[in-house]
Antibody, heavy 119, light 107 residues
Framework: EVKLVESGGGLVQPGRSLKLSCAASGFSFNDYWMGWVRQAPGKGLEWIGEINQDSSTINYTPSLKDKFTISRDNAQNTLYLQMSKLGSEDTAIYYC????????????WGQGASVTVSS | DIQMTQSPASLSASLEEIVTITCKASQGIDDYLSWYQQKPGKSPQLLIYDATSLADGVPSRFSGSRSGTQYSLKISRPQVDDSGIYYCLQSYSTPDTFGAGTKLELK
C-alpha cells in the first residue's frame, strides 16, 4: 500500500523556520518525482513545488522560491520541505504527494501537516 | 504562469442530474490535466489524469473530456458520497496550477 506520512508541523512564530518531513512507503521512492501542495484555511490548493528522482531538478512556484526549499533523502525514503521567514500567510495544511510518471498528476497524497504561524 | 479558470464555484445538484465542472486553461496544456476530489478534513484524491483517463478505483460515473483549451469533469448520476470540492490541475508547465475549486452539494 502506498503511504505518505507528513510530520514536523505545529505552531511557529513569525520570521522563524520550520522543516516538514514526508515518510514514504509501499513503493519505490527513488523512482518518482515528489511534490508539495498547501491549503490555507478555507482556501483552495496551492502547488508549492516538486523534485525529481535524483534531486537534480527542483521546481518551485515563483512566489515561494526564496522561502522554501525542497529536498529528499532516497536512502531514508523521505521528502522534506524547509520553510524560512514564515509569515501568517504561510499558515496552512501542507501535503506531500507522489507524481505519476507520465502525466505528472498527483496520484498519492499524505494526510497533511498543519502549520500555524502566530506569535 | 498558466491560469486555470474553473467554474462554477459551487453548485447544487440532484442525484438524477449530470454534473459538469469545467476548467479553461489560459493556453494549450496538451492534456496535462488532472481532476481531484477533496472531502472535508481529508486530503485530495486523484479522479482523472491525462484529461480523460480514470484513476484506479474511481467509479465509472466520473469522466473527463476536452474541447479546445476547456476541460470538463462529468459526473453521471452522482451519489450522495460525491459531495465535496473538486479541483483541476495543469501540469504542462511549471509552476503547476490548480483551478480555484468547485464545491458540489448533492440534494
Amino acid at each position: 500500500e502506498v503511504k505518505l506520512v507528513e510530520s514536523g508541523g505545529g505552531l511557529v512564530q513569525p520570521g522563524r523556520s520550520l522543516k516538514l518531513s514526508c515518510a514514504a512507503s509501499g513503493f519505490s521512492f527513488n523512482d518518482y518525482w515528489m511534490g508539495w501542495v498547501r491549503q490555507a484555511p478555507g482556501k483552495g490548493l496551492e502547488w508549492i513545488g516538486e523534485i525529481n528522482q535524483d534531486s537534480s531538478t527542483i521546481n518551485y512556484t515563483p512566489s515561494l522560491k526564496d522561502k522554501f526549499t525542497i529536498s529528499r533523502d532516497n536512502a531514508q525514503n523521505t521528502l522534506y520541505l524547509q520553510m524560512s521567514k514564515l509569515g501568517s500567510e504561510d499558515t496552512a495544511i501542507y501535503y506531500c504527494a507522489r507524481e505519476e510518471d507520465y502525466s505528472s498528476s498527483l496520484d498519492a497524497w499524505g494526510q497533511g501537516a498543519s502549520v500555524t504561524v502566530s506569535s | 504562469d498558466i491560469q486555470m479558470t474553473q467554474s462554477p464555484a459551487s453548485l447544487s445538484a440532484s442525484l438524477e442530474e449530470i454534473v459538469t465542472i469545467t476548467c479553461k486553461a489560459s493556453q494549450g496544456i496538451d492534456d496535462y490535466l488532472s481532476w481531484y476530489q477533496q472531502k472535508p478534513g481529508k486530503s485530495p484524491q486523484l479522479l482523472i489524469y491525462d484529461a480523460t483517463s480514470l484513476a484506479d478505483g474511481v467509479p465509472s460515473r466520473f469522466s473527463g473530456s476536452r474541447s479546445g483549451t476547456q476541460y470538463s469533469l462529468k459526473i453521471s448520476r452522482p451519489q450522495v458520497d460525491d459531495s465535496g470540492i473538486y479541483y483541476c490541475l495543469q501540469s504542462y508547465s511549471t509552476p503547476d496550477t490548480f483551478g480555484a475549486g468547485t464545491k458540489l452539494e448533492l440534494k
